[in-house]
């Protein structure tokens, strides 16, 4: 494989939402969650994001917190983000409480994800103007890094309230809880991230529009950073795509096939719209996937360790480089295909970025370009062992008439 030509991210992970197709088993379907993350801790990635829906079906985590707390038990290094707390849905001061009891029991592997609330049905269910979603993202968020921080906090909002509310216990972590603020195409979650000096959190990385985004949106997060008074740090950036490989491209496409129909009838059912590609075949709509895109989740990878690494690069260049790569766990192949792509990726594409194969290469390298004058020595050395043991031998085998 080629070597990389662009900076890109040295850490990688995955950002689980999930999807899983109604046909399924529910319980068996999030037990093969808790297995990713134990498969990502044991193969070296570095981080797994989990969501938080309430409705549609389709994601049925609902409390991260929960699920994250028994991912840590049968992990050991792997880093746990909420991907992410709709902040609207909770009282920060619950939120806040949850969040730092989680990263005791995990001794600080904990990372906290933040968004206004994805499913326009999760918000209806509870009462929450939509319209007013992302507000109240902002006015939790100015109470949340207030009440992590130790502060004592007074807030009046219509929808929460808090009078002099402290943490009795504050974080794990010495430097404070690590927080992201996702983004997609609007600027909102870029100026959120700034405002309070959280990391970035780009959902859309592979969508068209969200890629175009990509440099704009960290302009304005690297802008409101500064006027806060913050150090601008690309390897808080994480960036989030859709991706699933195998040994050959073919062999994807084939696996992606098994779930694709349930993806695309959850977008359909979401959206409320006859998609172009309803009627489609489950082939052509993973060209579909790969080519234009899927509204929501963009353009997916779907190939090999090779064609991951020119995503994966294009993405760095577009951006200007960013610190972490998410895979969007999609479950569009079947969950032994699944795992076989986290470990193709695991193999193949993680070692590319990191560099972690540049000294052996460096060394056979250099054997190669020595090799002539190695492998002289090593002739010189082998001839004069035979004439000193051939000596060694001739005179042992012969006949001692001295003495006759």
């Known amino acids: 494989m080629n070597q990389p030509t662009v900076s890109g991210p040295t850490r990688f992970g995955f950002f689980i939402a999930p999807y899983h197709p109604l046909t399924g088993n529910p319980t068996l379907q999030i037990q093969r969650d808790l297995r990713l993350v134990e498969l990502a801790d044991e193969l070296g990635y570095a981080e797994a994001w989990v969501g938080e829906h309430h409705s549609a079906g389709m994601e049925i985590i609902s409390a991260p917190e929960v699920f994250l707390a028994a991912a840590a038990e049968r992990t050991r290094q792997i880093r746990l983000g909420t991907g992410v707390n709709s902040l609207p849905y909770h009282q920060p001061m619950m939120l806040a409480d949850r969040l730092c009891l989680l ?42 890094a207030q009440l992590l921080r130790g502060d004592v906090v007074s807030a009046k909002t219509d929808w929460f309230e808090l009078n002099e509310a402290r943490l009795q216990l504050l974080p794990y972590q010495r430097g404070g809880l690590e927080m992201a603020v996702a983004s997609t195409i609007s600027p909102s979650g870029a100026v959120l991230a700034g405002k309070h000096g959280a990391g970035l959190l780009s959902l859309a990385a592979s969508d068209p529009s969200g890629y175009d985004a990509l440099l704009p949106n960290w302009k304005v997060y690297e802008k409101t950073m500064g006027d806060n008074g913050f150090t601008v740090d690309r390897s808080k950036w994480r960036l989030v795509a859709p991706m699933h490989i195998a040994e050959t491209r073919e062999q994807a496409r084939r696996e992606a096939e098994w779930g694709i129909g349930h993806l695309t009838e959850y977008i359909k059912q979401l959206s409320g719209m006859e998609l172009p590609w309803d009627d489609a075949s489950a082939a052509a709509s993973v060209e579909q996937w790969t080519g234009p895109g899927f509204p929501a989740f963009g353009r997916a990878t779907i190939g090999t360790p090779d064609d991951a690494i020119a995503t994966i690069e294009a993405l760095a260049a577009q951006s200007g480089g960013f610190g972490t790569f998410l895979m969007l766990s999609l479950n569009v192949a079947d969950p032994e295909a699944n795992q076989r792509s986290a470990k193709l990726f695991a193999e193949h594409v993680i070692p590319h970025f990191t560099g972690a194969n540049r000294n052996r290469v460096a060394s056979l390298n250099w054997a190669n370009a020595n090799s002539d004058r190695l492998m002289s020595g090593m002739r010189a050395g082998v001839e004069a062992a035979f004439e000193r043991h051939g000596q060694a031998l001739q005179a042992a085998l012969t006949p001692d008439t001295e003495g006759q």
Do not use: C, F, N
Request: net charge negative; proline share 7%.
């Open 103 to 144: 990263d005791h029991l995990t001794k600080g592997r904990v990372m906290m994800g933040i968004g206004p609330g994805q499913l326009a049905s999760d918000a209806s269910m509870m009462g929450v103007p939509q319209p007013r979603q992302r507000d109240m993202m902002h006015e939790s968020m100015e109470v949340l």
